[in-house]
């Protein structure tokens, strides 16, 4: 098959290298003309375990091309996938809609023959609808069907998601296009990943649910957590009791500071505000939203608490900025509420990322940057682990302990173990636990 992938980003990288790597022939395109002649000259511009890899592989088999010249992409394409931004819109929480009928009006422009039109990106239900009016009404002879096609990948493990997903899901109602859409995923039946065809809108509600179920999800087991540290319980062994309850599963049931990233605090604002308007309000995804920004400002609190109560002119080292290990995304990373609260506290922030440095500076004014997690700790009065990073797992604790002013931890992502940490001398903090 051909493919065009409108939108260079996240999820239209991943997706086209994987397309391509299917065996499909995939163009990317994007206006930003520096993206793609860094993706030409084979640089990444994201940083996300194995794609630069797998991108090289394909461009060498010339299955894989990048380009901003969008209509002769589109023109001959079997399956043009929109897969551009939809940021929240200023002021009121919508999804901001306006790059994906940009690129639906670009395209209707550029049609040639049966084109199958794919929503990749996270839209509200109905913009397939208003996608086909915009086609339709530029173009009233085309030939073409519009189906949505969400994506369920997650960042830092996105390939792996991608090509051996839970499940596909496809909106489609024109017959022809699920054949097209049948042929575009046929190398994934063969790892029997399902595939459930449904309608357009069906399809679209269907992303926003799954991802409002998984924000509750992490905002349950935070406030039980809570909970968990006023009785004397442990949250994990909680979330572990009721999770090998196949009902309810393991996962997404990790406690921590706040769910932050691109995605879950963005949908679940936009899903609030299709169900307000739709008469029909969604009053748990309302308490799970306002619950979890709650909590991230409180976090800051848990860190002055560990510090006896002030940390005027003391120096707080905060290992991990991205809102999630193996990625340098720093969108609505819970570090962007907290760092500045104990700024505003009167502390010093040093702050250590693997990944997201680049990103976080200009994000978090009056920190000092360091250039590993040992630096970032000589003579801090605590540290607070807000990403849970592999290599923070594997530190030299005792060279950490003798580097510290005083030995506190506040582990905000529980990857230490409680007993080990007292025994080593620190004065431990995590979440909840006691
Ligand atoms: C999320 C979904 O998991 C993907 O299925 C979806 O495709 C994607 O959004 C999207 O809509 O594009 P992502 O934002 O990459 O993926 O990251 P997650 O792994 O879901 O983590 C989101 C946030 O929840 C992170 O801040 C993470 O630390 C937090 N989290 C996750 C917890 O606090 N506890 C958990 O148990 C799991």
Redesign the pocket.
Known sequence: MRIAMIGSG??GLVSGACFADFGHVVTCVDRDEGRIAALRRGESPIFEPGLPELVEANVRQNRLFFTTELAASVRGADAVFIAVGTPSRRGDGHADLSYVYGAAREIAAALEGFTVVVTKS?VPVGTGDEVERIIREARPEADFAVVSNP???????AIS?FKRPDRIVVGADDPRAREVMDEIYRPLYLNQSPVLFTSRRTSELT?YA??AF??T??TF??EIADLCEKLGADVQEVARGIGLDNRIGG??????????????PK?TLALIKTAQDAGAPVRIVETVAASNEARKRRMADKILDACGGSVTGKTIAVLGLA??PN?DDMRD??SLAIVPALQSLGAKVRAFDPESMEQARPMLPGVEFCQDAYSCVEGAHAIAILTEWDAFRALDLDRIRAALAQPVVVDLRNIYRPQDMRRRGFQYVSVGRE
Do not use: M, Q
């Open positions: 996240y999820v996270t994506e369920f990948l997650r960042e830092g493990a998601d992303k799954a991802n998984l924000a999800k992490i087991i935070n996962k997404f049931l990790h406690a921590g500071p706040g769910y932050g990233g691109s995605c879950f949908d809102f999630k990625t990373a819970p």
